[in-house]
């Protein structure tokens, strides 16, 4: 079954968009204010009693202090003592309030109770009866609530308070809201009307959001959110603004605006914990827990459901917790724990039913049956889809139905695509863009099955384009965001490029690959790529077909939407309901037929060709050196499930290969390799020896036959974490980079067709030999690497191939970094790199100082991608002479079971339960990359210090002084070939503890070279 199935909406909370806002006590206490001289026989101290009412005033961006509930309830025991009804009365409003403040609704309900019979001015009555009503339809007594709003709406009407009129038609909408959207309408309509005669700006706020809640079922509620987000600003109506801003991002993230979703979520959580508002919190941190795991972000979607259940747990609010809990088990079920997930979803099933929360029923007999269908237990699986489709009718959702479709059709692949194209139809009716394309992922997995891979590929592009809209959307956000939505979908661009190159449809393969990376890269160095927004290539078979489909749909759903219109008529006209379900039934009949011809077509050998014949892209600049030069050939490998896949795109054109390899097995090897690389161990030569002939071998013999030179390597998963160069061959006994240049290339890489003018040409280099931090040892070859690669007249000993300026420790600051880098051909900086894995706020640079301290400065990743000012734009090279430079920024998840539950830990190796996929975010290299260096010279592991200064000294001694005769990756291989051949070797002996040889790949094979080897 495919990787993504329907693990939708688990953690929304039921009916979020009616968040009552609080009716503010000083207009319901300030007519009932009095002050009562002491002549007038009034008890002493109570003045001061009184006077409460003046200082403790509800505000809406502020929590009510515990200290301020004691002082109104000692103040109500003392009106109630001495019979003193108006205070009383007034006493008991204000705690209601204030309790309503604080989201403890059923705590307020009673104090409201209370004050109702003791109101005998006939405002203030109905002002407690709305109130009243606001709290028993927060706690779901919705008749009682109803029954409230109505009296309080004919004694409003009575005493011509248009304000409190259109409070408790509000009121009374959204008591009625629950059973039906369409009678709560009139309702808020009237009530807005009444609102603005009144100017009551905050009653005009709620009510827009009760009506953006109505027009979220039929239309789009944008502008009249935002219009109500206006208005609670102009009144500084914090409360009100939570209510609107959570409202948006749960409509923002459905229409697939995921950044502005993430946004507004973040705001209302500030709000509410400056509110005080615990119970809202709570709420949206659920919400925002949903919104991570939607995107594959499974760490920091349990964290926040287990800040939500504590909060839950401490109010006692049982129902609440059982959703939180619920969400949580989609979480185990997404990190292969379905057991697990099965059994909380049993531990919280009673709680659902008891409250006759159907939909929240719907969605869990959803969740249910994929979790069964996990176990492989599909006659269980069956009966909870089929318990989903009898409820679905009643919960007045739309789009639940489609999900219990997609369910179903993965279940029963036998008949699955009536299932898959009615959940289609809803997902567009709906805009709901991720089912969509999750729903076409399925459809390419089931016809690639079913043997008919090009109807299979036409599904599956549309799936990425789907995505492809999806990741555009969430441009501005967090790398860790971006790439989780990235690795949740990359199993369906993987699955498309393997399709696809089996067929031999190579240049197709090759852009879904590149548009893989591009958004890899993209989020990594924050930019937005315009191929993010375009489709992808059709044939010229494919592309009047993907239009007909489109407008096949489209009748479809408005035909669907025209029905729906026609059935809810006032007054009913069955006459016209039946002509619409004659005419949707007509195009169901046409759809049909027009997919049985779809399917014809594609599969068929006559017509137009099946084939891309060419795509625009990043991959152009590449193919045309490659056109140029007949020695130069690209290889794009592709980590498959069960082979390992390679396109060669050479000056004659395309040709794939492929080896029997687990994607599980080769990751193994890939580790085995680096492990013993990195850490200097036994077991190389053999090691080395088993990826060539995965890796290299399936081309070797045509590479010989082209009589190549040179191999630019885009390389995916693991393989991207191993130097190519230091495989080698069986036969020979050679490592590549003795037959071979080797070098790496990214879809992000600048200006690879620039071959580097360098007459005149200055380099910057900086670096830092002292011991700044006690964690990490002084460098102290690295004064004299500097000066064997720099010649700079200010520093003496520099006897360096280039002119330039070296800032060596406490001159290599930030500051000058920013002022020294720009507009130099080459930038070469040697100090420590210290990587912490998906955290790049901790991985860092280590600089002598930020700016005028020399003490030593950590340079994150995070502030060098913010640096705006830091640019390299045009630099030749950017040689990163340190640790770790280029090893991947992988950002791995573990899941343990801890005292409180299940919570996320730091994994050790290999035990990682949220693959990455080979969609991992890289090192600082990448980051230069993308602030423009044309190539860069980054390391893969913890280099050692002497070799690395001669391997340098070397390289650009090679480099430079041959005068443009030799490119970067020629002179890198010879600088390798001296120390593997030990025509360079360790020139002190007089430590033991020194190495007697460079040959050894420890020394020569972590530095890689990205981008232009020219």
């Known amino acids: 079954m495919p990787a993504a199935r329907p693990e939708h909406a688990i953690a929304r909370i039921t009916e979020s968009w009616l968040r009552t806002s609080l009716m503010i006590a000083c207009s319901c206490l300030g007519p009932l204010m009095h002050p009562q001289a002491a002549s007038q026989g009034q008890p002493s101290g109570a003045s001061n009693q009184s006077s409460l009412f003046t200082r403790i005033v509800p505000n809406d961006c502020h929590a009510p202090s515990d200290s301020a509930l004691a002082e109104v309830k000692s103040a109500l025991a003392r009106f109630q003592h001495i019979h003193d009804r108006e205070d009383e009365v007034r006493a008991l409003i204000l705690l209601g309030t204030l309790y309503e403040q604080l989201g403890e609704y059923q705590q307020a309900l009673p104090y409201l109770q209370s004050a109702l019979p003791l109101a005998s001015d006939g405002r203030i009555k109905a002002q407690v009866l709305t109130m009243t009503a606001d709290a028993q339809t927060q ?22 308070d248009l304000a409190e009129e259109a409070s408790a038609m509000r009121a009374e909408g959204e008591a009625v809201y629950p059973s039906s959207h369409e009678k709560a309408l009139p309702n808020f309509q009237d009530a807005l009307a009444l609102s ?26 944008f502008e009249i959110l935002r219009e109500a987000l206006s208005v609670e600003d102009r009144i500084s109506d914090c409360r009100d603004e939570i209510g609107t801003l959570t409202n948006l991002a749960t409509l923002e993230f459905d229409r697939g605006q995921i950044r502005n979703g993430f946004g507004d979520f973040d705001k209302a959580v500030a709000l509410e914990r400056q509110v005080g ?12 827990g949903y919104l991570h795991s939607e995107i594959g972000d499974l760490g920091e979607a349990l964290s926040l459901f287990n800040q939500a259940l504590k909060i839950k747990k401490e109010a006692g609010d049982a129902d609440s917790e059982a959703e939180t809990l619920a969400a949580i088990a989609g979480v185990y079920r997404e990190v292969h724990w379905p057991s697990v997930a099965l059994r909380t979803y049993l531990q919280v099933m009673p709680t659902i039913r008891r409250k006759n929360d159907v939909p929240w029923q719907v969605l869990i007999l959803n969740n249910m049956g994929a979790v069964e269908a996990d176990l492989h237990r599909y006659a269980e699986a069956r009966i909870y889809y089929n318990q989903a489709m009898r409820l679905a009718p009643s919960t007045r959702d739309p789009t639940t139905p489609a999900f219990t479709l997609w369910g179903i059709g993965e279940l029963e692949q036998a008949d699955a695509l009536p299932s898959y194209f009615r959940s289609i139809r809803l997902a567009r009716e709906y805009e709901q863009g991720d089912l969509e394309g999750e729903v076409y992922a399925s459809l390419m997995d089931h016809f690639r099955a079913h043997h008919r891979p090009n109807v299979a590929i036409f599904f599956g592009k549309r799936a990425v384009d789907r995505f492809q809209a999806l990741r555009a959307s969430m441009g ?58 375009e489709a992808l290539a059709r044939s010229p078979r494919e592309a009047p077909l993907d239009a007909q489909f489109d407008e096949q749909l489209k009748r479809l759903v408005d035909l669907d939407a025209a029905l729906q219109l026609a059935e809810n008529a006032k007054p009913k006209q069955p006459s016209a309901a039946l002509q619409k379900r004659a005419a949707l039934r007509a195009a169901e009949v046409g759809f049909n037929a027009f997919l049985e011809d779809l399917y014809r077509q594609l599969e068929g050998q006559d017509g137009p060709a099946a084939a891309v014949e060419s795509v625009t892209g990043a991959e152009l600049p590449l193919e045309r050196l490659i056109a140029a030069d007949p020695h130069a050939v690209a290889l794009y490998t592709l980590e498959g499930v069960d082979h390992y896949r390679v396109i060669a795109i050479t000056h004659a054109g395309r040709f794939s290969r492929s080896y029997p390899i687990t994607q599980e097995n080769l990751d193994k090897e890939c580790q085995q390799f680096l492990d013993i690389l990195s850490n200097h161990q036994e077991g190389a030569i053999p090691a080395a020896q088993d990826l060539y002939r995965v890796v290299f071998g399936p081309v070797e013999k045509d590479l010989e036959a082209m009589d190549a030179r040179v191999l630019v390597w885009d390389l995916d998963g693991s393989l991207r974490y191993i130097p190519a160069g230091a495989l080698m061959n069986p036969q020979s006994h050679h490592y590549l980079i003795e037959d071979y240049s080797v070098v790496n290339f990214t879809p992000i890489n600048h200006s690879l067709e620039d071959v580097p003018q360098l007459n005149g040409a200055e380099a910057v280099g900086m670096g830092t030999s002292r011991k700044y931090d006690q964690n990490l040892e002084a460098l102290t070859n690295v004064e004299t690497e500097l000066d064997s690669i720099i010649s700079d007249p200010a520093t003496p000993h520099s006897h360096g191939v280039l002119p330039g300026i070296i800032l060596l420790n406490g001159q290599f600051t930030e500051k000058a970094m920013e002022e020294k880098v720009r507009a130099q051909a080459v930038v070469h900086i040697a100090s420590h790199f210290v990587l912490k894995p ?40 950017f040689t990163l002479s340190a640790c770790q430079t280029g090893a991947a920024n992988e950002r791995q998840v573990c899941f343990v079971a801890g005292k409180s539950g299940v919570e996320t830990a730091e994994c050790r190796a290999g035990e990682a339960n949220q693959r990455e996929d080979g969609v991992v975010m890289e090192g600082m290299s990448e980051a230069v990359l993308g602030k423009g260096a044309e190539a860069v010279l980054s390391s893969l592991w913890k280099v050692d210090d002497l070799s690395t200064g001669a391997l340098m000294a070397d390289f650009y001694r090679r480099w430079i002084g041959s005068a443009g005769k030799l490119t970067k990756s020629e002179a890198l291989r010879e600088a390798e070939l001296d120390l593997i051949h030990e025509r360079v070797k360790p020139g002190d002996f007089s430590n033991p503890n020194a190495p007697t040889s460079f040959a050894d790949p420890y020394f020569w094979a972590p530095f890689v070279l990205t981008g232009n080897w020219q």
Do not use: C, W
């Open 139 to 160: 706690v779901g007594k919705f008749d009682a609530a109803l029954r409230n709003a109505t009296e309080a709406l004919s004694i409003s009407n009575q005493v011509g």
């Open 196 to 221: 603005q005669k009144a100017n009551d700006l905050k009653a005009q706020a709620m009510i827009l959001n009760d009506e953006g809640a109505v027009l979220q079922q039929s239309g789009s509620p």
């Open 277 to 288: 508002d615990r119970t809202t919190e709570a709420e949206t941190l659920h919400q925002l």
């Open 476 to 533: 501005g956000m967090s790398n860790d965001l971006t790439s989780s939505f990235l690795e949740r979908k990359s199993a369906t661009y993987r699955t498309l490029a393997e399709i696809l190159i089996d067929e031999g449809r190579l240049i197709e393969a090759q852009q879904v690959l590149d548009l893989l990376k591009i958004q890899q890269y993209s989020d990594y160095v924050g930019q937005q790529p315009s191929e993010l927004g």
């Open 838 to 877: 998906g955290n790049d706020d901790l991985s860092f640079l280590l600089l002598g100082g930020k700016d005028e301290d020399r003490s030593g400065y950590h340079f994150s990743m995070a502030d060098f991608e913010n640096d705006r000012t830091l640019n390299v734009e045009g630099t030749k090279l």
